[in-house]
């Protein structure tokens, strides 16, 4: 198994560009996270899915979107990209919530996102 | 609501002396918990989860953590540390069997420095 996998890796972006983050994972799991990353603030969670065609926001939605059409795939949308969007950014998934025995999340590599 | 608050955002060791990473945690019901380790631009990796089964975990590499109900804490640590060890830790929460228990809320992380 890959695990989770996400692309591209890094990326640099002009202020009021666009783009996606791609996020896959080839272990069945139901659930999926995108998080972000800034130095001495730990990870802010900004979306999650429950499964295919369930997307819900995190603490920091503010300026992205998610789609979740498959179970594997978990894209993150950046529509207008601003300096406050400078992260690194990961992916992860789990099994599942209640009775999964601690809910471990498997996470990808990271994007690392400059926005000038 | 969940928080987790890890004391010392920095820790510096000796090659082979103790390392002690501190986490306390807030939770309205029985938590699970969890020790990540991020590498130098890698994805966050699980050390060791409590679950509500044993107090005293085991995790990879060495290290163990114990969960103390009455200090509300869930400190790692590990008897002899390693210069591969330097590393970021995380500590991390969520509602246990109970709740939405998907969802992790992290600490802002200690950064593990290890001194030949």
């Known amino acids: 198994n890959a695990g989770v996998t996400q692309t591209p890796k890094f990326r640099i972006l002009k202020i009021g560009q666009s783009m996606t983050l791609q996020c896959t994972q080839d272990?069945?799991?139901?659930?999926m996270y995108w998080y972000r990353q800034d130095p001495g603030m730990g990870l802010k969670l900004i979306y999650y899915?429950?499964?295919?065609?369930?997307?819900d926001k995190g603490e920091v939605p503010n300026g992205y979107n998610v789609s979740r059409s498959t179970t594997e795939d978990f894209p993150l949308r950046l529509e207008l990209a601003a300096p406050s969007q400078t992260s690194v950014y990961f992916c992860?998934?789990?099994?599942?919530?209640?009775?999964?025995?601690?809910?471990?999340?498997?996470f990808g590599p990271g994007t690392r996102l400059t926005v000038l | 609501a969940q928080s987790v608050t890890q004391l010392g955002s920095h820790v510096s060791v000796s090659e082979g002396a103790l390392v002690l990473l501190r986490c306390n945690y807030s939770s309205s019901v029985p938590p699970y918990l969890f020790w990540y380790v991020q590498y130098p631009n890698q994805g966050l990796q699980l050390l060791l989860k409590y679950t509500s089964a044993a107090t005293l975990v085991k995790g990879i590499n060495g290290f163990e953590a114990e969960f103390k109900k009455s200090e509300t804490s869930f400190h790692l640590t590990k008897p002899s540390a390693h210069m591969s060890d330097a590393a970021e830790y995380f500590c991390?929460?969520?509602?246990?069997?109970?709740?939405?228990?998907?969802?992790?809320?992290f600490g802002k992380g200690t950064l593990l420095t290890v001194n030949p």
């Open positions: 899915s429950v499964g295919a065609g369930i997307t």
């Open positions: 272990m069945n799991h139901n659930y």
């Open positions: 991390a929460v969520s509602l246990g069997s109970g709740g939405s228990n998907y969802k992790l809320t």
């Open positions: 992860a998934s789990s099994l599942s919530g209640r009775g999964s025995g601690g809910n471990e999340q498997f």
